[in-house]
C-alpha cells in the first residue's frame, strides 16, 4: 500500500537507534519503521536493545526487519557479504552516531541520505534548524552530508508522526468492548471517571493520588507498568493507602500494553497523564485532555521546553498552572482535577487535536525530504 507515494517511489531505510533509557527512543523510532513501512517503503531497524519490542510490538510490522546494532564481527560481515545493500536514506536517531564501518559502507557507490532525526520540542531554534546540512568533516563518510531533521507543532517543522490509517482506527474503536476486554482487578463502573497514568515520579503524586480519593467523581486510574507503577507503590505506601487506592480512588495496575493498546487506552480516558515524547504525540491525536510529564534535564532545560510548548499549543491559564506543579516548576498545590475542570479542558484537546492534524505529518515530509536529497 503506498497512501502518500503517487509522487514519490518506495525508498529502503536504514534507522539506527539506541536506547537510552526509557522507551522513547525505542518507542518513537518503532512508530516510525511501521509508518514508512505502511506506506510501502522497506525498513531495517538496527537496535542495541530491542527487548521492549515484545510488547510494544508483538506481531512485529511486515517491511520492518529488526536487526541487532552491528558490532565489529557484524559489520566486518557485512563488508564481505556481496549481497548485502545499504539502503537509499539512512537515520541516525537523536543523534546516535552510525557505526564508523557502517559510515565507511556508505561512502561506497551511491551513499545514501543520512538524516539525523532529533527530538521533538516546540522551542524556536526547531524551524531555524528543520533541514540544515552539516558537512561530515572526518572519519570514513567525510565529505557527505548529514541532515538534521526536526520533529515539530508549525508547519516550518518536520512535523509529528501521524500514520495514515489513524483516523480511520480511531473511528472504528469500540471503547466499551475494549476496556471490558482489560484484564483489570475489578470491572469498571459506569459512573468511575477514567484517568491514565504514565509519568516519572513527580513530587505532586502523593497530592493528586489524595485528591482523587477525596473527590466527589469516583476515580479509575488506570496505571502504567514501569516507573508509574512503582512511584504509585511509593506513594500510597508513604500515604499509608492501599496500594488499590481508597475513598472515591480505585487504581487498578496494567499490564504492557502494545502501542496499539496504548492508543486505545489515551482513547478510552476521559484525561491522560503521558511522558517523554512519544505518547505526548499520542494523547494530542487522542484528543483528550492530558497533562505531560516532561523528561527532566539537569540543567533544568525542560523548563524552557515546556513553557515552550504551552505557548506553541496556548495551553489554557488553568491547565499551564496544573502542568507547572506536575513538573515541580512550582510547589503546591496541585489544581484539583475535578470533572469540570477536566471537561474545560475537552474543547482545547479538540481544537489542538484539529489544528495539529492540518499539518503535514512527519513521515510524508521525511519521504520527501529523503526523495529531495538523494
Ligand atoms: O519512555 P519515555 O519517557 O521516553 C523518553 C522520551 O522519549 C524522552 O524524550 C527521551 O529523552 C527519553 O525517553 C530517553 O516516554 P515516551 O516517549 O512516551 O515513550 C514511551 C513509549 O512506550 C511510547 O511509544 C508508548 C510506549 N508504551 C507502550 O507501547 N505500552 C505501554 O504499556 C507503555 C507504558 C508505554
Redesign the pocket.
Known sequence: MKSDTHSSPSLRWDIFCRV??????L??C??LCADLAQRGHTVRLWVDDAS?LA??APQGCTGVAVHAWPDAAALQALTQDATFQIGDVAIEA?GCELPEAFQALMAQGTSPVWINLE??SAESYVARSHGLASPVMSGPARGMTKWFFFPGFTPDTGGLLREPDLPARQAAFQRQAWLSALPLDKPIAANEQLISL?C?EPAALPELLTQLSQADTPTRLLL???RPSAAVAAATQALNMRSSGTGQLHISQ??????T??DHLLWACDFNF???????V?ALWAGKPFAWHI?PQDDLAHHDKLHAFETALDMPADLRKFHAVWNGLETGPLPALSRTAIDDWRGWSHQTQRRLQAQTDLASQIVSFAAQKR
Open positions: 537510552i533509557d526509557n522507551h522513547g527512543d518507542g518513537v518503532w512508530r521492549a510488547w510494544m537523536f527530538y521533538l504514565f516519572y502504567a507498568q514501569g496494567l499490564p504492557y500494553l502494545s502501542q493498546d496504548f503521558v511522558r517523554g515524547e512519544d505518547s505526548l499520542r523528561y
